[in-house]
């Protein structure tokens, strides 16, 4: 194993154990901030590491997974919840470069649109209408909700976090 790759791990179960030990901390010290339609699960303000690093993305999908597990919605929760943070971590790292005044604005809506349909679908379809109705302006609500909650924590936190990495070079980038 090369010391790239051992970095790799490191830096992605680092991340992955921050994101479920924070988001765990915080369903338990306020129930139903983690999990409700409008969720601010403080831990989303780390996806923005997936703009420094690849590692980012197994380390903030497997971080999903546990807090999922620990303190979500059970199983459909496990796996709705932590493919939206794959497919918005993903597609930050991809748009990692696109940047306005040297913030990547559009890659910080990536976890709010992710997690808005998906997450919302989730809500509207196993919660809300247990399985039986699928109401569209309802999942349009329910989407909106956790679509909010993201945009919130990950542009009071998120945007910071990114601004001061970039001005301390705290994070160095993993040559892909």
């Known amino acids: 194993m090369t010391k790239k790759s051992t970095m790799y791990i490191v830096q992605g179960a680092v991340i992955a154990a921050l994101y479920a030990t924070l988001t765990t901390a915080q369903a338990m010290l306020i129930p139903g901030s983690t999990s409700m339609a409008v969720q601010f699960r403080l831990a989303e ?19 999903c997974v546990l807090a999922n597990i620990l303190g979500g919605l059970g199983p459909i929760d496990m796996l709705f919840g932590s493919l939206a943070t794959l497919l918005a971590v993903v597609s930050m790292r991809m748009l990692r470069n696109v940047c306005v005044k040297s913030i990547p604005l559009i890659g910080l809506l990536m976890p709010a649109i992710f997690n808005g349909i998906i997450v919302g679908f989730e809500i509207e379809f196993f919660f809300v209408g ?44 993993i040559k892909e």
Do not use: H, S, W, Y
């Open 45 to 63: 303000a780390m996806t923005v590491l997936a703009f420094f690093t690849p590692a980012a993305i197994p380390g903030l999908t497997v971080g």
């Open 130 to 173: 247990q399985m039986a109705t699928f109401n569209f302006a309802d999942f349009l609500f329910q989407g909106g909700c956790v679509a909010l909650g993201e945009v919130v924590v990950l542009f009071v936190l998120g945007i910071p976090l990114t601004i001061a990495l970039k001005r301390r070079n705290i994070v160095k980038e």
